[in-house]
């Protein structure tokens, strides 16, 4: 059994909209969930829209502090009660679902991803730009591109410069908040292979959020299916078959994974 990366203990997280007085139920956005990520694996996480991924992804990379329950990344509780522990966002980065807020806009690409290399890993500004270039490359983003700031930029390019920028930190675990799903199929391949090259070269474990299925399959191991803040399935992706989902919503999703294979390749 490899080593635990990431240890969730049933986390709860409810928001409440427009305070106690309010008429409207608060929303279990995640309820009782409880997952582990070992170094190097790849999970992935279905559901439909509101089902809580975004919410526990957050939980997960120490950005939204759950109500009760446990995180713990490489060992360390993440959110103590004396307050968050930053040293997490050297071990797990996210991507967000739009990452336009993320990035910078005083800064070129290459500077954004260029940062963490300075200031988590103290290069030499020639080093860190260097490796920016080669990430940057990795990720299918040109020279061009890279001396661009980001607003300059497509949504598919800002996309790939913050994937840059989460793998520059060197993080042992990146989570991917439908991060390549709105990606040209050449360019999500791209990603998804260099997602497995960095698992096997660098130990990389991944966990990657989108309503596709069929790229989950694609590059994960085990596939977490959520529903009303909860997991509700755990399924390993190897042979999986329509049969082998008990819950009416995955078996929907796998019924209809044919159509969207030809709908990528159209
Ligand atoms: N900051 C917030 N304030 C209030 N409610 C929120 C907040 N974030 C999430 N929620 C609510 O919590 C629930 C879970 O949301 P979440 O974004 O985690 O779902 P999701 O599975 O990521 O959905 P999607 O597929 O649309 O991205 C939803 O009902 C959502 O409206
Ligand atoms: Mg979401």
Redesign the pocket.
């Known amino acids: 059994m490899a080593e635990l990366l990431v240890e969730v203990e049933s986390v709860t997280k409810t928001?409440r909209?427009g305070g106690r007085l309010a008429r409207k139920p608060p929303?279990v956005?995640?309820g009782g969930v409880s997952v582990a990520i070992a170094a190097g694996e790849s999970v992935g996480v279905v559901?439909?829209?509101?089902?809580?991924?975004?919410?526990?992804?957050?939980i997960i990379c120490g950005l939204v502090r759950p109500d009760s329950g446990s995180v713990r990344v490489a060992g360390r509780e993440v959110y103590a009660r004396r307050g968050l522990d930053r040293t997490i966002w050297r071990t797990v980065q996210m991507v967000f679902?739009d990452p336009y807020t993320s990035l910078n806009p005083a800064m070129t690409v290459a500077e954004i991803v260029a940062e963490p290399s300075r200031l988590w890993h103290g290069m030499d500004r020639r080093e860190a730009d260097r490796r920016a270039l080669e990430l940057l490359d990795r990720v299918g983003l040109s020279a061009g591109a890279a001396q661009s700031r980001p607003d300059s930029l497509s949504g598919g390019q800002r996309q790939r410069a913050s994937i840059a920028r989460a793998l520059a930190v060197s993080p042992s675990l990146v989570v991917l908040?439908?991060s390549v799903s709105a990606l040209d199929v050449s360019v999500q391949a791209q990603i998804l292979q260099l997602l497995l090259d960095l698992r096997r070269e660098n130990d990389l474990a991944y966990m990657l959020?989108s309503?596709d299925i069929s790229v989950i399959r694609l590059v994960c191991d085990r596939i977490l299916v959520?529903n009303g803040?909860e997991v509700v399935e755990e399924l390993l992706s190897a042979g999986l078959t329509e049969e082998a989902a008990r819950h009416p919503y995955t078996r929907r999703l796998l019924s209809a994974v044919p159509t969207m294979a030809v709908d990528r390749q159209g």
């Not at 559901?47 to 957050?58: D, F, R, V, Y």
Request: proline residues 0%; negative net charge; glycine residues 20%.
């Open positions: 928001y909209l929303t956005a995640v559901g439909e829209s509101g089902s809580g991924k975004s919410t526990l992804a957050g679902q908040d439908e959020i309503h959520m803040g």
